[in-house]
């Protein structure tokens, strides 16, 4: 357990050093796993990626002999998505710290730690969420993951819960998990409603309130703060990066993908980078591909992925559906997407 995190200054600079990364794909569960990862590596090389949410517990019952398989499904990743962050679940510092540990050998770049999930589930097992309720327990959480992994650790959270939602608590929250050594807060800016709402409606019905996070931000200079929440495009994350440190973008990066093409030139200054197009991406995915299905992997899991890629342009649909049925009939391998890259690049896409 942390040794009193309040009794800190909580205008102390956290001693914890962290790349900073203005740009990020928001963690989300069922989307966000490995294979969207590579897809997302092909758009852009700069920003920080994470993982799924993963439950420290399941971690720990995995962590055994004999169940190597079962864990390398849980934290296994292909080294092209590096800078790469494994976001954990769950309110017990030892079962986090033990999980940050294996975070630190199976070598990811960051700990998040998730503290902004509304979800029943979630709550019935006293994590996400719920726990801005707790900044004293988030703290005891964030210093074992620290301490036990030598790897930074960041935090993703709300605004506020319920009526629990004024900028005293928020900064209240901040200043004691910063103590405990949080690199960086990655703030929703909605509050979450953990009664009455569902965790969809949890992403769009509470007003977003990105004054809270300005003023976060003013307030303690020395953190880094990132904005997440209603980010559609790159000229929103344009304005924000003017008064935050680094923006997060979630679903619209899914359903979207090449938007973000422009991110690592824009954003971060990297103007050999070239621009990604639908044909670069899917190609891109082919050796990627090989090794995953000559491995025993299913095609589909990737190509799935692969839907939002083409959009808006005539003949989209079409192609979908070929790439669909192709990717999920049996056998199928990494032919099914050099073809539908050859398509693409026939149509000048």
């Known amino acids: 357990m942390a040794n009193g995190p309040n009794q800190h200054d909580p205008t102390e600079v956290p001693s914890t050093a962290v790349p900073s ?39 720990h019952h995995c962590d055994k002999p004999g169940q190597q398989d079962r864990l390398e499904r849980l934290l296994g990743f292909d080294p092209i998505e590096k800078p790469l962050a494994l976001q954990l679940g769950g309110d017990d510092p030892g079962l986090l710290a033990a999980a940050a540990r294996l975070a630190a050998a199976w070598g990811y770049d960051e700990v998040n730690f998730n503290v902004g999930c509304p979800s029943e589930k979630v709550q019935k097992g006293r994590f996400g969420a719920c726990l801005m309720a707790e900044p004293a327990r988030v703290a005891d959480c964030i210093a074992a993951m620290a301490a036990a992994s030598g790897l930074p650790v960041s935090v993703k959270h709300r605004i506020g819960i319920d009526d629990r939602d004024s900028y005293a608590e ?10 405990a050594g949080a690199c960086r807060f990655s703030v929703h800016a ?9 965790p969809k409606q949890n992403r769009s019905v509470p007003p977003l309130r990105y004054e809270l996070v300005h003023q976060l931000k003013q307030e303690r200079p020395q953190l880094q703060v990132e904005l997440n929440g209603g980010l559609g495009d790159l000229a929103a994350c344009q304005l924000q990066l003017e008064l935050v440190d680094a923006v997060m973008v979630g679903r619209a990066a899914y359903s979207h993908p090449l938007r973000w093409a422009p991110v690592d030139r824009d954003l971060f200054g990297d103007g050999a980078s070239p621009l990604a197009h639908a044909s670069s991406v899917v190609r891109g995915l082919v050796p990627y591909a090989q090794r995953w299905c000559e491995a025993g992997g299913r095609l589909w899991p990737i190509a799935r992925h692969l839907v939002q890629v083409v959009e808006g342009v005539s003949g989209a649909r079409h192609w979908r559906r070929r790439l669909g049925e192709a990717a999920g009939a049996r056998g199928a391998g990494a032919i099914v997407l050099e073809r539908a890259a050859q398509e693409l690049e026939a149509q000048g896409l």
Do not use: C, N
């Open 170 to 179: 928020l900064l209240h929250f901040v200043d004691t998990v910063a103590a």
């Open 21 to 59: 990364y203005r740009f990020s794909v928001a963690p989300m569960l069922d989307y966000t796993d490995r294979h969207f990862r590579v897809l997302m590596r092909q758009v852009t090389r700069r920003s920080l990626l994470y993982s799924e949410m993963v439950v420290a517990q399941a971690i």
């Open 190 to 198: 909605r509050k979450a409603w953990l009664e009455g709402l569902d």
